[in-house]
């Protein structure tokens, strides 16, 4: 079996933000060929199909997704690098090359090829945790929706959803399926999450025209070739069936990280991303990693800003820089704290994005102080201004990290 | 000849057919492909849209050795003939097989002590592979097992198949010979004449010389429009989980429980796919549509992986699907020939069907000579190949030689399956083509990954609307 082979300097998988923001900043800045692999038709990543204002550098209104992604794809296309289209990345080849570069193992219409780059940036992104992963038993029906999935269907490829709909999940993302549902001309029946009511949130919030149950947990659809329905227990035992054809599991994500697992990446046991310092690097020197299959998930110019930072670290390693520290330290958080990115520590000096780290609750916390300790010594607490909410990104100063004993253990962080 | 597949409107009508099988699963094709090698009309008649609809499309998909079967019954006969049968099938039209062997694994001291017992079944069976490991030699083997097992018997030939692909290429081959394959076709009253019986079906009346039932589930009803009321089946639900196939490095065999008074047990197995299986669980209902999965019911299946694999519980849930046994209180299959009404039940195949397939068929066609139906002489059925949905060997998003010749099958839809354009475009217009989404998933697995639609969808969706006609 015949396949093509080449060498760029570096290989950027996923067309995404994060992919095309480093593509951009890595092909201005001199890195040589920058070649950007991108398995769907159309570069963009998931802002593609997203058709609601909040993207881009004003949070409210302003661009939408499509025109958020067209602008990326243009940036990184006018900086010099290489968008191929069409061609998915399979694997990583068997016999690396000696010199530390990687192979990767491509397949498109033009045929099978065999890229080997100086340095590879995986920026594959994330997914929407579906139905079956979140394990609602109940019959196999039609009817059954992720936002992913629900958006494209709808703003794509135009093709019709139901009538009724539930939406199972109520952060930013269950909010625009909500819409996506409402332009397909469903009725929203009603958004349930398993969270308590947030006072917060509903102020903020221009309110839907729907009810939001809170405190209910999704315990089984109904129907066997069409959906007929969402059963629901409410936190005093209640039972309910909401009748509906069409259901849309939205907000649970999780990275996509098959080719991060088939390198036999580290990975972290809170995000299932690849583990990786404030410089992007992974557990294997030469592979690089950015946006959402680092942290399930961020706003896309979070994941995009990722992208364009870890353009000099992988500029240091092109020039044979210092390796990273022999023995980086993990950092892990304490429940109910999910997670915590960066979670690893890297060469002396590096911070992360914006002098902080990222991480989630999985549930709501009132100004929590955050203490974050080594092998049973104190290295830091902040308190934080406003309430940590499931859902929601909050961040912790990366001050302390020079204090960390880099031949100590874990670094962990708790709320208290 | 061009190949008779039906799905609407009335069926032909005109001379009888010479047989008619009710039910289109992997026994009922099986049967049909049997026939088909004979200049006989045959006719196959399916309730739903599609072949390997109903329990053939959501069992473990083991092919067995039958090494545990009961000895001299005919089920242990048909299982270890459909084994070679099969085996050797599908090496010769591409369905995906993989000889992973099996270990029944022996978590405490009673189990243990029955490992020499199943071994003298499987010698009595006429299995002569099998042996006994000790604790090293079983986590040697299957380094992720969790802590405490004590031993295991070894079945080497237990192997892995696709079942989906097993049912497609015996009716695609039937059809190709000239059976007839009638679809969205239920039969609902039968009326038994001297010379033919005159089926009143859901697309109206067909006549046929010769019946064979296959209806799966509902063959106890099939026998009572007959005037036969010798079993009632009683569905036995399977709940199954599909875990991602990240996990499938977490295991090498299928990892069998030793049974017990309790039952048969649960399993952990990898497929064909390149995923892990673990269930199934085994429920009395009343229902022979429920194939709902419950909360119990999953509950239940993780409690027992996290004992057999506990890191496969750290792994994502890729589908959870459930499928129903024909129970008909008897171990044994109920395969019985009518002679007077020139009609073969095939009944009770419970949970060995997929394995003993081709030698039902083989043995069914027997029966019906015996009920005066005249064969004439056997000819060789057209060969045929399967598209490959099984890891094992390269699927066309590997393979340069078919990318070079079409650019289709370089095109990736379905990414978490790698399906491509040409494999679906190849499905939605095959000989047995995919008349749903469903039908498409079975055929090239797309949409069956993990993100179950998250990316490719409405892709697929569109492709599937494009080409209906
Ligand atoms: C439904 C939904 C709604 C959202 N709404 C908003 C919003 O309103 N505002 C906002 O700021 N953010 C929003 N987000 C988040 C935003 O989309 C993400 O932060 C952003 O897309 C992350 O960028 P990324 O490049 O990391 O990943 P992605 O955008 O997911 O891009 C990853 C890319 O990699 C490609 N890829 C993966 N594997 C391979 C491979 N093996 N070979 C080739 N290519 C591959 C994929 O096809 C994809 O194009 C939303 C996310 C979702 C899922
Ligand atoms: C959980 C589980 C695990 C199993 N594991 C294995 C395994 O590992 N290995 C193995 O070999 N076997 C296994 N089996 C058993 C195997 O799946 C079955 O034995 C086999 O699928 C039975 O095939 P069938 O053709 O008899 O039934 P079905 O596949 O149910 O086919 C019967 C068909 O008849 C049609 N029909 C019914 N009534 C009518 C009517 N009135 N008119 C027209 N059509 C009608 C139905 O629509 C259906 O398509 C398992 C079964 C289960 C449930």
């Not at chain 1, 909500?178 to 102020?203: F, K, N, Y």
């Not at chain 1, 958080?333 to 991480?359: E, H, K, M, Y």
Request: glycine share 12%.
């Amino acid at each position: 079996m015949t396949r093509d082979e080449r060498t760029v300097d570096v290989l950027i998988v996923g067309a995404g933000p994060a992919g095309l923001g480093a593509g951009a900043e890595l092909a201005a800045s001199g890195a040589g060929r920058v070649e950007i692999l991108e398995r769907e038709l159309d570069a963009g990543g998931v802002p593609r199909h997203c058709r609601h204002g909040g993207f881009g550098r004003r949070p409210r209104g302003g661009e939408t997704g499509d025109e958020y992604a067209r602008r990326c794809v243009a940036a990184a296309v006018r900086a010099g690098a290489t968008l191929r289209t069409g061609v998915t990345v399979t694997g990583w080849a068997e016999n690396a090359p000696a010199d530390g570069a990687h192979t990767l193992e491509i397949t498109g219409p033009a045929g099978l090829e065999r890229i080997t780059a100086r340095a590879v940036v995986l920026a594959t992104g994330a997914r929407e945790r579906p139905r079956s992963a979140r394990l609602v038993p109940g019959g196999r029906p039609s009817g059954v929706y992720t936002t992913g999935e629900l958006q494209q269907a709808v703003h794509l490829y135009r093709q019709p959803v139901g009538t009724r709909a539930v939406v199972i999940g109520n952060e930013a993302v269950g909010h625009a399926a909500a819409d996506t549902l409402r332009t397909a001309g469903a009725e929203v029946v009603a958004m349930v999450t398993d969270q308590p009511p947030s006072p917060a949130a509903a102020l903020l919030r221009p309110r839907g025209r729907f009810p939001l149950l809170t405190r209910a947990t999704v315990t089984g659809l109904t129907g066997r070739t069409a959906l007929t329905g969402v059963t629901l227990r409410h936190e005093d035992g209640r039972t309910t069936t909401l009748r509906c054809d069409t259901v849309v599991f939205t907000g649970d994500f999780v990275p996509d990280h098959e080719l991060a697992r088939r390198a036999g990446l580290t990975l972290d046991r809170g995000t299932r991303g690849p583990a990786y310092d404030a410089e992007y690097r992974t557990s294997l020197p030469g592979v690089f990693a950015v946006g959402n299959l680092l942290h399930a998930v961020e706003k896309a110019r979070v994941a995009s800003a990722e992208g364009r930072a870890a353009a000099a670290p992988v500029l240091r390693h092109l020039a044979g820089g210092p390796p990273p520290a022999p023995r980086p330290v993990a950092l892990a958080v304490d429940a109910p704290l999910l997670w915590i990115a960066p979670n690893r520590t890297g060469p002396a000096g590096a911070r992360p994005l914006r002098g902080r780290f990222v991480l989630r609750t999985a549930r709501r916390l009132e100004r929590p102080v955050l203490v974050v300790s080594q092998d049973g010594r104190e290295l830091d607490r902040q308190r934080l201004l406003l309430p940590a909410v499931p859902g929601r990104a909050f961040h912790l100063g990366a001050g302390w990290l020079g204090r960390v004993d880099p031949r100590g253990s874990t670094v962990r962080i708790t709320a208290v | 000849m061009t190949p008779t597949v039906t799905r609407a409107g009335e069926l032909p009508d005109g001379d009888p057919y010479d047989v008619t099988v009710i039910g289109g699963g992997v026994v009922g094709t099986a049967i049909a492909r049997e026939l088909a090698k004979y200049p006989l009309r045959t006719a196959l008649v399916e309730a739903s849209d599609d072949i390997g609809n109903g329990t053939s499309k959501a069992n473990t998909a083991i092919l067995h050795t039958g090494f545990d079967a009961v000895p001299g019954s005919l089920e242990a006969g048909l299982v270890r003939e459909g084994q070679r049968l099969l085996a050797e099938y599908a090496a010769g039209t591409g369905i995906p097989v993989e000889r992973v062997g099996a270990l029944l694994v022996a978590w405490d001291d009673e189990q243990r002590a029955v490992l020499p017992a199943l071994l003298a079944k499987a010698e009595r069976n006429g299995y002569h592979a099998a042996r006994l490991l000790d604790a090293d030699e079983l986590y040697d083997r299957e380094p992720r097992l969790g802590p405490g097992a004590l031993g295991a018997l070894e079945v080497p030939d237990e192997s892995v198949i696709c079942p989906w692909t097993t049912p497609l290429a015996y009716a695609t081959q039937a059809v190709l010979a000239g059976v007839h394959l009638h679809l969205d076709c239920r039969v609902l009253h039968i009326d038994t004449g001297p010379d033919t019986h005159t089926l009143t079906t859901s697309r109206g009346p067909l006549r046929t010389r010769y019946l064979v039932n296959a209806a799966g589930l509902y063959a106890d009803e099939i026998d009572r429009h007959l005037g036969h009321d010798t079993f009632t089946v009683t569905p036995r639900r399977g709940q199954l989980m599909v875990f991602d196939k990240l996990a499938r490095d977490l295991v090498r065999h299928i990892l069998l429980p030793v049974p017990t008074s309790a039952g048969k047990g649960v399993l952990v197995a990898p497929t064909v796919f390149g995923n892990v299986l673990l269930g199934p669980t085994s429920e009395d209902l009343g229902d022979k549509s429920d194939t709902a999965s419950t909360a119990d019911g999953l509950h239940f299946l993780r409690e027992k992986g996290r004992r057999i694999l506990p890191e496969l519980l750290d792994e994502e849930v890729t589908a959870v699907y459930a499928g129903l046994r024909a129970a008909t209180g008897q171990e044994d299959y109920r395969i019985q020939d009518h002679p007077d009404q020139r009609y073969v039940t095939v009944g009770g195949i419970r949970s060995t069907g997929l394995t003993a397939s081709l030698a039902i068929g083989a043995h069914v066609t027997g029966l019906l000579t015996r009920t005066g139906l005249e064969l004439g002489t056997a000819r060789e059925l057209p060969g045929i190949t399967m598209p490959n949905l099984g890891e094992a060997s390269p699927r066309p998003y590997l393979r340069a030689d078919l990318i070079d010749r079409d650019p289709a099958y370089g095109t990736i839809v379905c990414h978490c399956e790698r399906v491509t354009l040409g494999e679906i475009r190849d499905a939605l217009n095959a000989t047995v083509p995919a008349r749903s989404l469903d039908g498409l998933r079975r055929r090239t697995r797309a949409r069956g990954g993990r993100c179950q639609g998250f990316s490719c969808g409405p892709a697929v969706r569109a492709l599937f609307e494009e080409a209906r006609p």
